[in-house]
């Protein structure tokens, strides 16, 4: 059974910082890409940042030079750094991974970024 948990989530002010973290189960996660989307109320869900299995990245542009994602095999846990929050950064945040054919989300963690 896949099983994708974040955390990190939470309230900050423009320009604050927050790490969020995914840990996986159930996949074989060096082999995997992972990937963090957002979605915000009344907006499609977007991709963020990606990660590939060797470590190559790939970011949205509204997020370049401010969020940077990362890997930590040994604990299967996949993290986003996101610096320089801005009020429109606010959005539901989950992790994902696609194994053989079928998408796997985890719940989600909340991002508010208000003053």
């Known amino acids: 059974q896949v099983l994708l948990m974040e955390s990190g989530g939470g309230f900050v002010q423009p320009g604050g910082s927050l790490r969020l973290s995914c840990a996986a189960s159930?996949?074989?996660?060096?082999?995997?890409?992972m990937g963090w989307y957002r979605q915000a109320p009344g907006e499609q869900r977007e991709s963020v940042a990606t990660?590939?299995?060797?470590?190559?990245?790939n970011y949205a542009n509204s997020v370049k030079g401010r969020f940077t994602i990362s890997r930590d095999n040994a604990k299967n846990t996949v993290y986003l750094q996101m610096n320089s929050l801005k009020p429109e950064d606010t959005a539901v945040y989950y992790c994902?991974?696609?194994?053989?054919?079928?998408?796997?989300w985890g719940q989600g963690t909340q991002v508010t970024v208000s003053s």
């Open positions: 159930g996949i074989i996660f060096s082999r995997n890409a």
């Open positions: 990660i590939t299995s060797g470590g190559r990245t």
């Open positions: 994902n991974v696609l194994y053989y054919g079928d998408q796997y």
